[in-house]
């Protein structure tokens, strides 16, 4: 997920030249891989990477998920549209999106 946010901030911040095509591939991988990593959460799954809190603040931690879900749907839908104003304008929010979720689940 990180390689493919990674690519898209890279052109969504200009250190790489727009790419349509590629805008619209890696932001659609990331569109669809937000929806995937919350079934690995699960009941009996505590533990490595993932802050012992995920497990104790279910709501909080559902909200974050509802969060980077919406969030991280809009590059794409910005990118199919050959809107690059509007993926410049929602890389940041896609970012804090993932930054909120990690500052209180992600195990240090
Ligand atoms: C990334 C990445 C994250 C987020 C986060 C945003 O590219 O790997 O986890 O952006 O750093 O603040």
């Given amino acids: 997920m990180s390689q493919h946010f990674g690519r898209l901030g890279a052109m969504a911040n200009g250190r790489v030249p727009y790419d349509a095509a590629a805008a619209t591939e890696n932001a659609e991988v990331v569109a669809d891989m937000a929806k995937l990593p919350w079934a690995a959460f699960g009941a009996g799954t505590e533990g490595g990477k993932a802050g012992p809190e995920i497990w104790k603040e279910d709501a909080k931690f559902k909200e974050r998920q509802q969060k980077l879900i919406e969030e991280a749907g809009k590059p794409a839908s910005a ?28 195990a240090r």
Avoid: Y
């Avoid at 199919?80 to 993932?98: E, R, T, V």
């Fill in 79 to 106: 990118a199919k549209a050959g809107n690059i104003d509007a993926l410049k304008a929602q890389f940041g929010p896609a970012a804090a999106s993932c930054k909120a979720c990690h500052d209180s689940f992600r």
